[in-house]
């Protein structure tokens, strides 16, 4: 049973990364950077999509990699030669305002156009955890059943864009795409859902048409 003090604790961290991330917001501003928090469970490619991106997209970008240990996923950002900085969260799963500002710190932000933040990989603890970034983007994939939308509704909810990725394979473990995206839609109206496939370069077009879309709104 929670006490009230554990609730209490709980909300102030809330109000606390509130606070961060809205500064985080006015850092990345004022140096004209556009940020995307990637979010979506292990292993459904947000670092392949974000390393595909790095090679396609005609714009100077900088990632943050958060990895529960080491610099797994930073170092395959580095091989790119672009400003990367890898943050490890320990026990905690999803990364936090604080941390990002500290990154910040690390970062050449002025001669950065796109910023990607690399979540920790799940679908549920870094839905409460606002960093600053101007959009969400959460990476599904379809290995991880097509049942994963409807058991994680909160993060669909917040998303401002939904890539289903893996579609190469839905047929091989028995994937519904389709029901993905209509169960997507049915919680969040407005989002745009595209369907990928990093093996055949299935809907790449559309996902850099839609990041452009936003960084230029
Ligand atoms: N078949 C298939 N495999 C993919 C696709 N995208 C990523 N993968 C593979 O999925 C695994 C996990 O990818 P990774 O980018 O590390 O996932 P992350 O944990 O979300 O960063 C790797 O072995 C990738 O090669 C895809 O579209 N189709
Ligand atoms: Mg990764």
Known sequence: MHKIADIEIQHDIMVANRKL????????????????????????GKTSLIETLIQKMDTKIGVIAGDVISKFDAGRFEKYNI???????G????????LVEHAFGDLPLDSIDLLF??????LICPVDFDL????????????????????????????????????????AVGADQDKMVSDVKELNPTVK?????????????????SIEGFMNK
Do not use: W, Y
Request: with cysteine.
């Open 21 to 44: 991330a809205d500064r985080n917001k006015k850092i990345l501003d004022d140096a004209n950077v556009f940020s995307i928090d990637v979010l979506g469970a292990i292993g459904s």
């Open 91 to 98: 026990k905690e799963c999803h990364l936090d305002a604080h």
């Open 193 to 209: 859902v595209i369907k990928s496939s990093l093996k055949t370069g299935q809907g790449l077009d559309e996902i850099i048409n």
């Open 83 to 89: 400003p990367v900085v890898g943050l490890n969260t």
């Open 117 to 122: 933040i690399e979540n920790v990989g799940n």
């Open 132 to 171: 600053g970034s101007h959009i969400r983007m959460v990476v599904i994939s379809v290995s991880e059943g097509d049942d994963t939308v409807e058991k994680h509704p909160l993060i669909f909810k917040e998303a401002d864009l939904v890539v289903i990725n893996k579609v190469d394979i839905a047929d």
